[in-house]
T-cell receptor
């Protein structure tokens, strides 16, 4: 089965603390993984994808195929990072790709 | 602005009724996706269209149907509405089925 699991509904940290938003996936093929973010009153938007291996707004995510994980990390959280974060898996099924999202984790960064 | 437009933004209706949600993708995007976001369910994939053809189906109820028209806009039809259908319905588009998704602002449906 194709599934994305984000075990934490809410992650609450103080400004300057490290952040790790967990994501695990279940997929028999070669995974393509993404992190999407939704800031307050804004649209859902792409934050980063594992293929590009880049750091966006200080966030990084490494695909660990052994642990089937794609955790999102930032060494020092900022208040403006407060948002809803969704991990997503691009799964090939029935001849086509579809994007499957996790339940999301709300990150709250306190001053 | 991502360019994906959804109407209506808000809709309040009664159980048993039928509603249609509309989505205009970004200019040039051939793929349209529909997602349902309920309070504790996260984003549930409903259905995907590519250039007018259904490409993938997720957890879409039989009471729900969708289509993508020749001008590439899409409609999601929800019928025999139940209280549990109250949710935010998102449309997204992409240039192809493997690319980045661009989301609309969503249509908030409240069933009373």
């Amino acid at each position: 089965a194709q599934r994305v699991t984000q075990p934490e509904k809410l992650l609450s940290v103080f400004k300057g603390a490290p952040v790790e938003l967990k994501c695990n996936y279940s997929y028999s093929g070669s995974p393509e993984l993404f992190w999407y973010v939704q800031y307050s009153r804004q649209r859902l938007q792409l934050l980063l994808r594992h293929i590009s291996r880049e750091s966006i707004k200080g966030f990084t995510a490494d695909l660990n195929k052994g642990e089937t994980s794609f955790h999102l990390k930032k060494p020092f959280a900022q208040e403006e990072d407060s948002a809803m974060y969704y991990c997503a898996l691009s799964a090939f099924s029935g001849g086509y790709n579809k994007l499957i999202f996790g339940a999301g984790t709300r990150l709250a960064v306190h001053p | 602005d991502s360019g994906v437009t959804q109407t209506p933004k808000h809709l309040i209706t009664a159980t048993g009724q039928r509603v249609t949600l509309r989505c205009s993708p970004r200019s040039g995007d051939l793929s349209v996706y529909w997602y349902q976001q309920s309070l504790d369910q996260g984003l549930q994939f409903l259905i995907q269209y590519y250039n007018g053809e259904e490409r993938a189906k997720g957890n879409i109820l039989e009471r729900f149907s969708a289509q993508q028209f020749p001008d590439l806009h899409s409609e999601l039809n929800l019928s025999s509405l139940e209280l549990g259908d109250s949710a935010l319905y998102f449309c997204a588009s992409s240039a192809d089925s493997r690319g980045e998704l661009f989301f609309g602002e969503g249509s908030r449906l409240t069933v009373l």
